[in-house]
């Protein structure tokens, strides 16, 4: 399970460049309504272990996501345009929270559910015991150089 709209930045575009790309191609969302309800949310940075299957060893993944909501009206549903998506699935709360827990979703598409849940209220200090380390879990400083400007005025 992935995320409704994702893909990597090339060098020339900023994050906001991308997303209009994207979320035209992967979701068939129009330009004009992307510009309309699109709205940033932040940036994750964090690192995930992954095999890559050349040996039984784990890898250090660092990655940083630029996140961005956008509220979809009832009558608004995506529709993969290049290929890249088998279909879309319309979740409950309750749906999400349980596909999280089974391990359902692509890493880095389960880091984007859980800020989610975590800036509405789902997921609080009150009933998650493990929340401070979450979110300094999906926070981190990352070993690497990175640029703010890559975001853009948007």
């Not at 906001?16 to 129009?30: C, N, S, V, Y």
């Not at 660092?62 to 890249?84: N, Q, W």
């Not at 559910?113 to 009933?127: P, S, Y």
């Amino acid at each position: 399970m992935d995320s409704t709209v994702a893909g990597g930045i090339s060098g020339s575009d900023t994050a906001f460049e991308t997303i209009l790309h994207e979320a035209d191609e992967e979701a068939g969302f129009e330009k004009q309504s992307i510009l309309e309800r699109v709205k940033a949310t932040g940036v994750l940075t964090y690192m995930s272990l992954s095999s890559y299957g050349f040996n039984e060893e784990d890898y250090v993944i660092p990655d940083m996501l630029y996140v961005y909501d956008m509220v979809l009206d009832k009558d608004t549903i995506p529709e993969t345009r290049d290929g890249s998506t088998r279909d879309f699935q319309l979740l409950t709360v309750e749906e999400v929270k349980v596909a999280l827990r089974n391990g359902d979703f692509k890493p880095n598409s389960a880091v984007v559910m859980i800020d989610f849940l975590i800036r509405h209220g789902v997921i609080t200090m009150e009933n998650e015991r493990e929340y401070v380390e979450i979110v300094n879990r999906m926070h981190r400083r990352l070993p690497f150089a990175t640029s703010s400007t890559v975001v853009g005025d948007h």
